[in-house]
Each structure stands twice: as structure tokens, then as C-alpha cells.
């Protein structure tokens, strides 16, 4: 997760993105915004849109910033960027294969499962990926997150597929710690003062109270909202059969 969404992928976009905007000037950074803003994302994608590329502070390459997205929005960006700038670049030019073979090495790695054959052609296509790197962009420095591409496939061969030792889960799950520890502002036992807020909080959505409206007894959560499905179809025939 750290070597690709919050290092390799930033990393590498601000330089093509530099020069596909200020070398070749195939387009603006208004256009690239608009295009992002403007995707058609899907229902389980909104919540991860992308968020707008600032000039000055998201794009230099020497900045720390991870161009202004979270690691969800990064992996979402990474994913339709290709969609989006496929019909405003050259898409046979070695800087375009360069990201297109850094997303390959990312869907390899993300992978749910994977085969002892594809790990040995990612120990390969990692090879290539790097020298082709350097020969697209000559001044730009090897950082030691695209060396641990490198070691990718030793992992792959110990601990089989990479996401299901990721800490993506956790880093969410601590998201919420650290915007409660702003919020509360008490930082005397701070371990306990959020131990005890997050533990109510549990306690108050999982609270039922029973409806007795005409005789029936229905339980329904107290402070959570209930869920609401959207559009239906009923399937009859060889379609419910079938589904």
C-alpha cells in the first residue's frame, strides 16, 4: 500500500504530468481537473473521488505531497487517469508505456490471487520498468519506495498475496482515531479518553429499541441509520433461475 499509493504512483504522476502539461502541452491542469471532476464515477466509487490537483503545492516534483489525494483517492486516480488522458496523449510513446507498466505492477501486487508464473514475470517486468523509468526520465532520481518494487517478488513467494498482509484496513480505521483526537482536544491519557469514546460509540449503534405499533414488535437501531435499498427488479422464470 505505502509503495504504491503513498509513494511510486505520486511520484512518478507528477513527472508525466509535467511533461505532458508544461513539455508537450497537450493539455492544462484546468482540463485534467475537469476530466476528473467530471468522470463518470461509480455508486461504491463516490466516496473515494478524486480531489482536485492544486499547481503550485500537488504538482512539483520536489514536494512531499501525494498531489493532494488520500491513499483511496490515489488508487482511484491511478485507475481512471489512464481513461481520461488516453485521448488528449500520444498513447505509443515510451512515457505512456512507462505508468502503464507501473499500474501492471500495481494490479499484480493487489492481486487476490496469483500464480507462481506471474510472480516470475513480475520479478522481470519490475526490471524493466525501473531501466525504462530512468531512460523516459534521466534526471529524476531513484527513491528507495520503487527500490522495494524490487523485492516484491521474494515477498510474493513467502507470504503469497500482498493485500492480505496490507495494513490499508488499519491505516482507516486509525483515520478515525486521529480526527477524534483533534475533536476532543484533551491529550492528558489520550490512549484512555479515546478508548472509552470509541467504545460508546460502538455501544450507542449497536442499541435496539422495540416498536410496539400495533402489536407488532420490531427491533430497530437507536442511533444508526437503517439501511435503504435503492432500485429493485423482480427476476421471474429462467432470469430467477439463472441470477
Not at 13 to 24: A, R, S, T, V
Not at 69 to 74: E, K, L, Y
Request: aromatic share 12%.
Amino acid at each position: 500500500m505505502h509503495v504504491f499509493l503513498e509513494g511510486v504512483i505520486s511520484y512518478q504522476l507528477k513527472y508525466l504530468l509535467n511533461f505532458y502539461i508544461k513539455e508537450k502541452g497537450y493539455f492544462t491542469l484546468v482540463d485534467l481537473n475537469n476530466g476528473i471532476q467530471g468522470f463518470p464515477y461509480g455508486y461504491s466509487h463516490i466516496k473515494d473521488k478524486p480531489c482536485v490537483i492544486k499547481k503550485k503545492s500537488d504538482q512539483e516534483r520536489q514536494s512531499s505531497s501525494n498531489l493532494g489525494q488520500g491513499t483511496a483517492r490515489m488508487w482511484l486516480l491511478a485507475q481512471v487517469l489512464p481513461l481520461i488522458l488516453s485521448s488528449l496523449v500520444d498513447t505509443d510513446t515510451e512515457h505512456w508505456v512507462c505508468f502503464a507498466s507501473l499500474l501492471e505492477l500495481m494490479a499484480i501486487s493487489f492481486s487476490d490471487t496469483i500464480c507462481q508464473e506471474t510472480i516470475l514475470y513480475l520479478k522481470t517486468a519490475v526490471k524493466e520498468h525501473l531501466a525504462l523509468f530512468k531512460r523516459v526520465f534521466p534526471d529524476a532520481p531513484i527513491i528507495p519506495k520503487q527500490h522495494f518494487l524490487v523485492h516484491l517478488p521474494s515477498q510474493l513467494f513467502k507470504f503469497g498475496p500482498l493485500i492480505r498482509s496490507w495494513c490499508m484496513r488499519f491505516e482507516g480505521k486509525h483515520a478515525y482515531f486521529k480526527d477524534l483526537s483533534k475533536k476532543i482536544k484533551n491529550f492528558k491519557n489520550i490512549a484512555l479518553s479515546l478508548a472509552l469514546k470509541h467504545q460508546k460509540i460502538e455501544c450507542a449503534k449497536n442499541m435496539t429499541v422495540d416498536d410496539d405499533v400495533d402489536g407488532s414488535a420490531e427491533s430497530s437501531s437507536l442511533f444508526r441509520s437503517d439501511v435503504i435499498f435503492g432500485k429493485s427488479k423482480s427476476l421471474l422464470g429462467n432470469d430467477k433461475e439463472s441470477a
